[in-house]
Structure formats: structure tokens, C-alpha cells
């Protein structure tokens, strides 16, 4: 034993020793000043251990080893708290402290649900029962007393009366059973403890090995360690509830929920058991995209579909019905049962299922790269989603629930507004034929059907759909080539007047809609109307943005738009099959400018050349002028201002040639005619620009030999000066004997020109005053939307 451990009593015997036998003090000195080297030289042959490591010596350990530790189960824990909580209950009543009685039966409760739910679960607390009849008893106390109360006191008794109705309905046999013979009921059995012995301590090794080795018996264990209980009829709904209370709490495993609610689902037998699970299991697969741009997997989202229409299939061959404007059912996790001739009614909201499964599927498209294969897979599964909007719409039709039916209708209208009649024939053809509906019956006819989808809607009390509905009306229209039933629509409407208060969608729509309309007036050989249709879309240079075909570009000096913006510009895209061809809307626009500046310009002269009908067509016209060396035409613009040029100074053949080169009329269809059309409209703008350009010149002009120079007929360039003379463009006569124009030199006197010089100004004036007005509107909408987002 060392020298440094020696107690005092050791001293004093060696003292005594001393002076007694000094020869026993000797030989006893010489045997321990032995043993300490012996010892000494133990210690310092063995490996020091530190004090951090198990087993390793220090004298503090000793210390702590004295104080032992007492360890106690989750269950212990939470009994111990259930306890407290009731002692504090009591202290309130004492008191009639209802603030007090409130907050502490909150957390009992709480206590009371952990203790009795989960794997290790108990039968409910005597204790609990007992609280809750006195609490009950308090009550009815307070409320044959008449004395002065505090507010915050009845508050608080208030909310304590109205937690007491639930609980008391629950627990009405164990609180009859206490009232009946308190002393007996609160007798609790003794339970026997088993005192196991402590296990030795295994080493690492051997752990790996027990582990390893097992019992006879195993049992399913999840990621966090806990063991999976077997899920039972008896336990469905416990199961269910567990599931509810951890639904977004803080690291709360997802997939583990989505795993737990599948095996709950196959485990479930009767309809009310399927139909509880399947709302929680589709909620909590919509959960799995928390972030604004994210979107579901296709997986996900095909198994939220199949789920969705696994429900609408249960509600509508039972007698339960899903409504949002009922109460909570209670069914105390018990399975009901309904009797014949009984409705059901559950609380739920089966169209923010199939909204949410919409916006997904948008989503997903917009995500996914357009020139993709996976692009064209993710749009077979439309008709699935189309199905499952036409049978919520039949079943909210069932419901007589108009508000439901509005919104499916205007769901089902958007799938279909822009596409062509055979692609919603092919989308009709897929819906089942025992999907009827009362409202829409025309599956056969694509513009009847979408005539009645619409007609619905205008009947709607909300303004939002019955604009939207008449704004995917008139695109629908203008797509079929009915270019004056739009036009009428769109003017009846009056919707140009109000759209600049309208939600970012509807404005979108409705920019969509003037493009079509300008589209559709092109394909009629409507020039002047299609230029004027286009004008206000094309000559901002923000397209892209206008169709939610793509987010804004910064511009240089510009600060970048936060990441927020962008996000919620990205989710107003619209999917790539629904864009409009921007190249071929720029071309037609670009054309129908030609067909309408050349002539004007040509009109003026140089006495009014600021006069513009097309700012962005002149802007390009002069800047391609301003070319010291002009190579052949690459692209569409080069194409249209060789054409433009070659127009101007007479060669209309050359313009044709420019004008049919350019290979983006393929893409429309019925390109021939309206590559005749486009024929026609360049030998008529020829001949008007000549006459424009020479009639200063000539004194008379043959027909014939105009008809011959534009390869038109005589009655066609006799009907063509006859309207310029007409509409007092050109001042001339036609001589019918001689078959000549007869044109008329008349020179403006200098008031004439004072006030044609006066009228050009004012009209300067209005249209920097409209430019600098658009400039600030423009400013005022980005404030607006900053803000808002």
C-alpha cells in the first residue's frame, strides 16, 4: 500500500511501537519499505489510463461512485408528471384558481395521451378518472353560484367547460364507475416486480456478437430505433391518431409517415377505415412539397392519383359523404357502421385534392426539360388527371354544392380551351361512359362542349371565372378561324377596360387571347386587323413576359430581382405545350407592318416621313438602311427588310420571293392558301406604292399596262384605284373609254402645309406624353408587385 493512503491511527501505532519494541519496528519498516518498491515498480510498469476512459483510475471517481445514480424509464417519468399535474389541479380548487386548474389539465391530458397511445401503453390512470369527476363537480358548483367572478377566471373555466364535454364523453363508464363507490374504484392492484439481476458488462466484442446472435424471437425496428407495433383492427385508428399528432412537428420523418399510412391502408377493411386513411395518406403526399417551386415525384404523384380515385370509387358506392361544411365526426377511433338508408357525413375537402393534384402536375411539367423524352411521358398521364376532374365534377354535382362544380368545370375548361378539335376529341374519348354528367353532355362535339362549359360558368356569381371563362371562349374561337364571333366577344365584353386589375393569371390569359385573335385575323387576310391586335404585345419587347413564356432578363444598370421574384415568376410560366410560336408571331406581326408602312411611307413622302403606323418595323427598316454593306437575308427579320426594300422601289416579285422564303410559314396550318393570300397581298401593296410614289410623274396611266406590271387583272387594279380614289388617298380619276387613270397634280397651299406641319407636332406631343405614361405605369406595376411578393 503506498506511503500516501496511510491513516493517522497507522502513525500512532508505529509510535507506540517505538518505544516498545524497536527490533519488531525494524524488521516491520524493512518488510513494507519492500512492498512499496514492489508496488511502485507495478505502477510504473503498467500503461497509465486517463480518467475520460471507462476503467480508468481517479480519485474523483472514487467519489462519484459513493453517490449513486437513480435512473428512471420514459414511463416513470411521465407517471411521475401525471401525478404532480393532479396535485396542482387539486391546489386550484382549492383556491378556485381556474387559470391554474386550465393550464394544468392541458398538460395532464397531454401526459394522459403519451402514457395510454404507443407501444408501451397503459390503461388510464385511476388517478386521471378521478380528476376529471371533480373538475366536474367544480363546475357544476361554479354554476349555481351567483357571487362576482373575475374575467380572466370564467375565461379560463369556460375553456375548461368546453374540453370537459369531449373527455367526459369518453371516459362516461370509468367516471359512472368512480361515482358509483369512490374508496373501492381507487384501490389499485399491486403489481409485482420482477428484480432482474444486473447483466455483466459486456465488452464492444461481445455486444457485436449478442447482437448478432438474437433470440428466438424478433421484432420490426424503424430508423429511430423504436419497435413497430403489428397494426391490428384494434389499433387502426390509434395508429392513425399518432400519425395526425406528429403531422408537422419539427424532424418529424416524412417517408417514414407515408410507409406507416400504406400499411395502414392495406390493413384497413371497412369504408370508414379506408376513407379516414386515404385523406391523411393524400395530405401528407402533398406535404412532401414544402417549397414553393418544388413538385412532387411522378411516382408520388401517379399513387396520389390512384388514391384519389380509390376514394371518389368508396364514396360514391357507400352512403358516406365528404363535405367541407360539416363538423368534425367524432367516432371515439371506433369504425361506424352506417345503417340502411343512412348518410354519413364526414369533414374533408375532396376538390383541394384534385387542385393540388393539378397545380402538381403543372408544375412538374414546367420542371421538366420540353425537348425531352420525359416531357412527352409526363403528358400521358393528362387524361388520368382530366378523368379525375370530370368525376369530381360529377360528384360535387350529386352534392348540388354549385361553388364545387364552378371550380371543376374551370379546371377541366383550362385542359382544353387551346388545344385543337381532334386532341379534345382523343381526351373526351378516354373518359369512361358511366361518367355522366347533368351539366355537360356533349363529349362528341369539341366547340359544343367547350360552348357549354363555358355557358356554365357565365352563370357563376363569381367574376373571376366568368372572365377566365370568356377569355379561353374567345382564344377558343380564334384558333377555329371564327375570327368576327372573337372580335364580337372581346368587345362586348368590355374586358380591355377592366383586365389592369385583374390577378397576373387573367392577364396573362388575356394577353394570350389578343395574340390568338391576332393570329386568327392574319389567317383570314385580315392585315390592318392583325397589325392593330399585335401592335400592343409586340411593340412593348417584353413578349416572353407577357405570355408567361419566360421570366424577365435583367437589363444592364438594373439591380437583380430577388430570389423570391423569381420563384413566383417561374411558377406563373406556363407549360411548354401551351406556348404560342414567339418566331412566328414576330414574322406575321413584322409582314402585316410591311404590308401597311410601305404603302404609308411611300403616301408621305418626305413631307411626313415621321408619321409611323409600326415603331418597331420602322425602327428595324432604318437601321437595316443604315448598313454600309447588306449581305443575303439569313434569318426572318433579314428576310422581311429585303422584302420591305425591294417593295418599296416597285419589285414586287422580289418581295415575294423574300417574303416565301421564309420556311416558318410550314408551321401553320393550311400553309398554301395562305401562301397565296400572302401573294395577293404583295401584288395589291405593290401597286399602291407605285401609284403612291409615282402619280407626281405621270400624267395618265394605262390599266393594262398596270395589270401587266403587278400580274393582276384589269377589274382587279380597277377595283383597287377605284377605293384609293374612294377613300381620298390618291387624286386621280378612272377614264373608262381610254382604260387609263388620269391623275391630278394638286399643289398644297402654304396654310395647308402650315397645318399639316402643326398636325404632325400635336401628334408628336401625344405620343411622347402616351410613351412617358406607359414608362410610368410600367414603374407603378413593378412597386405593386415587389411589394406583394
Not at 363508464?173 to 363507490?181: C, F, M, P, Q, T
Not at 415568376?569 to 414576330?586: A, D, G, K, T, W
Not at 425591294?646 to 414586287?652: I, K, V
Not at 398554301?672 to 405593290?686: A, R, S, T
Request: net charge negative; proline share 3%; glycine share 4%.
Amino acid at each position: 500500500m503506498s506511503r500516501f493512503f496511510r491513516s493517522t491511527s497507522d502513525s500512532e501505532s508505529e509510535t507506540d511501537s517505538d518505544i516498545s519494541q524497536y527490533s519488531s519496528e525494524e524488521e516491520f519498516s524493512d518488510g513494507s519499505d519492500e512492498e512499496e518498491q514492489q508496488q511502485q515498480q507495478q505502477e510504473e510498469d503498467e500503461p497509465k489510463k486517463s480518467r475520460f476512459l471507462k476503467g480508468g483510475d481517479d480519485s474523483d471517481s472514487d467519489d462519484e461512485s459513493s453517490v449513486k445514480r437513480q435512473v428512471k424509464s420514459l414511463k416513470d417519468k411521465r407517471l411521475e408528471g401525471l401525478f404532480v399535474s393532479v396535485k396542482a389541479i387539486e391546489n386550484g380548487q382549492k383556491n378556485n384558481d381556474w387559470g391554474l386548474i386550465a393550464s394544468e389539465f392541458d398538460k395532464l391530458n397531454l401526459t394522459v395521451s403519451k402514457v395510454t397511445t404507443g407501444f408501451n401503453a397503459v390503461s388510464t390512470p385511476k388517478a386521471y378518472i378521478k380528476v376529471v369527476a371533480e373538475i366536474d363537480d367544480s363546475l357544476k358548483e361554479a354554476k349555481e353560484k351567483n357571487g362576482k367572478k373575475n374575467s380572466t377566471n370564467i375565461k379560463a373555466m369556460n375553456n375548461v367547460k368546453q374540453k370537459m364535454k369531449k373527455i367526459t364523453k369518453q371516459y362516461e363508464d370509468l367516471i359512472a364507475e368512480y361515482r358509483k363507490n369512490p374508496e373501492e374504484f381507487m384501490i389499485e392492484e399491486e403489481e409485482e416486480v420482477e428484480v432482474e439481476e444486473k447483466a455483466p458488462k459486456v465488452k464492444a466484442a461481445d455486444k457485436q456478437e449478442t447482437k448478432t446472435a438474437g433470440e428466438d424471437g424478433f421484432s420490426q425496428v424503424g430508423k429511430s430505433g423504436k419497435v413497430i407495433a403489428e397494426i391490428t383492427q384494434e389499433n387502426l385508428f390509434a395508429r392513425l391518431k399518432e400519425v395526425l399528432e406528429s403531422r408537422g412537428k419539427k424532424n418529424t420523418n416524412r417517408q417514414e409517415q407515408l410507409n406507416v399510412l400504406e400499411a395502414l391502408l392495406k390493413n384497413a377493411i371497412t369504408p370508414f377505415q379506408k376513407i379516414s386513411v386515404l385523406q391523411v395518406l393524400l395530405a401528407s403526399r402533398f406535404d412532401v412539397s414544402v417549397a414553393l417551386g418544388d413538385c412532387m415525384k411522378v411516382s408520388t404523384w401517379k399513387s396520389a392519383a390512384q388514391e384519389l380515385n380509390e376514394l371518389l370509387n368508396i364514396l360514391e358506392t357507400t352512403s358516406f359523404v365528404i363535405r367541407e361544411d360539416v363538423d368534425e365526426y367524432d367516432n371515439d377511433e371506433k369504425d361506424i357502421v352506417p345503417e340502411p338508408g343512412q348518410i354519413v357525413q364526414l369533414r374533408g375537402s375532396i376538390i383541394s385534392y384534385t387542385d393540388r393534384l393539378d397545380e402538381d402536375y403543372t408544375k412538374s411539367l414546367q420542371s421538366i426539360d420540353p425537348h425531352s423524352v420525359e416531357y412527352i411521358d409526363r403528358l400521358r398521364d393528362e387524361p388520368t388527371l382530366y378523368n379525375i376532374l370530370v368525376r369530381t365534377q360529377i360528384y360535387y354535382e350529386g352534392l348540388n354544392i354549385q361553388k364545387g362544380v364552378a371550380r371543376m368545370i374551370m379546371r377541366r375548361l383550362e385542359h382544353v380551351y387551346f388545344k385543337p378539335e381532334q386532341v379534345i376529341l382523343a381526351t373526351e374519348s378516354q373518359v369512361p361512359n358511366t361518367m355522366k354528367s347533368s351539366i355537360i353532355t356533349a363529349k362528341e362535339n369539341p366547340s359544343e362542349l367547350v360552348n357549354q362549359l363555358c355557358s356554365y360558368l357565365y352563370k357563376h356569381d363569381v367574376s373571376v371565372l366568368r372572365t377566365r371563362a370568356i377569355l379561353c371562349h374567345i382564344y377558343h374561337y380564334a384558333l377555329h378561324d371564327q375570327f368576327h364571333t372573337a372580335r364580337d366577344m372581346l368587345l362586348m365584353s368590355h374586358l380591355q377596360e377592366s383586365v389592369h386589375q385583374a390577378d397576373h393569371a387573367t392577364q396573362i390569359l388575356y394577353n394570350r387571347t389578343m395574340v390568338q385573335i391576332g393570329l386568327c385575323a392574319f389567317r383570314q387576310g385580315l392585315i390592318k386587323e392583325c397589325q392593330v391586335s399585335l401592335q400592343e404585345i409586340q411593340g412593348t419587347g417584353r413578349v416572353k413576359e407577357l405570355l408567361a413564356q419566360g421570366v424577365s432578363q435583367t437589363r444592364f444598370g438594373q439591380a437583380a430581382p430577388e430570389p423570391e421574384v423569381v420563384v413566383v415568376e417561374q411558377r406563373q410560366l406556363l407549360p411548354y405545350h401551351m406556348h404560342i410560336n414567339l418566331e412566328l408571331l414576330e414574322c406575321v406581326f413584322l409582314v402585316c407592318s410591311m404590308l401597311l408602312e410601305i404603302p404609308a411611307q411611300a403616301q408621305a413622302g418626305t413631307s411626313n416621313s415621321k408619321k409611323f403606323i409600326s415603331r418597331p418595323f420602322r425602327r428595324l427598316l432604318d437601321y437595316n438602311e443604315r448598313q454600309a454593306f447588306t449581305g443575303p437575308p439569313e434569318n426572318t427579320r433579314d428576310h422581311i427588310m429585303s422584302a420591305a426594300k425591294a417593295l418599296a422601289s416597285g419589285e414586287w416579285e422580289k418581295a415575294r420571293d423574300f417574303i416565301l422564303a421564309i420556311k416558318i410559314w410550314d408551321l401553320m396550318p393550311n400553309n398554301e392558301k395562305i401562301k397565296k393570300m400572302l401573294v395577293d397581298k404583295i401584288q395589291e401593296e405593290g401597286l399602291r406604292t407605285y401609284l403612291f410614289t409615282y402619280a407626281s410623274y405621270y400624267s395618265t396611266v394605262s390599266i393594262a399596262q398596270l395589270a401587266t406590271m403587278f400580274d393582276l387583272s384589269q377589274v382587279q387594279v380597277n377595283a383597287i384605284v377605284a377605293k384609293m380614289i374612294f377613300s381620298e388617298e390618291l387624286s386621280a380619276s378612272l377614264d373608262q373609254v381610254s382604260q387609263c387613270v388620269v391623275l391630278h397634280q394638286i399643289e398644297l397651299s402654304k396654310l395647308q402645309l402650315a397645318a399639316l406641319q402643326y398636325s404632325e407636332k400635336v401628334s408628336g406631343f401625344v405620343e411622347q406624353n402616351e410613351r412617358l405614361l406607359n414608362i410610368g405605369r410600367e414603374n407603378n406595376n413593378a412597386a405593386t408587385a415587389t411589394k406583394t411578393h
